[in-house]
């Protein structure tokens, strides 16, 4: 079976902001998050998975991961998720 690629947005329950990454594990990679064992994140824990999409291969979720935490990317995504912020 082909590996797939996750890009995915979470939201710190603690101070509110989101953090854009990308995977091939993502119910791992959301753990390994609220369990403090990502450097970037660990003292913004815990977190809710808000949104994700799938690639079918690496350069594809790379691609889309950067242009997801530019301003642009950004503003898509919160329009994507709006009646969740409405909610």
Known sequence: MKNFFYIYVLRSLKDNKYYVGYTSDLNKRVKEHNNGMVTSTKNRVPFILVYWE??????????????????????????????????
Request: aromatic residues 12%.
């Open 54 to 87: 799938g690639c079918l291969n690496q350069q594809d979720a790379t691609t889309r991961e950067k242009y997801l935490k530019t301003a642009w990317g950004k503003r898509y995504i919160k329009n994507r998720i709006k009646n969740y912020l409405t909610g």
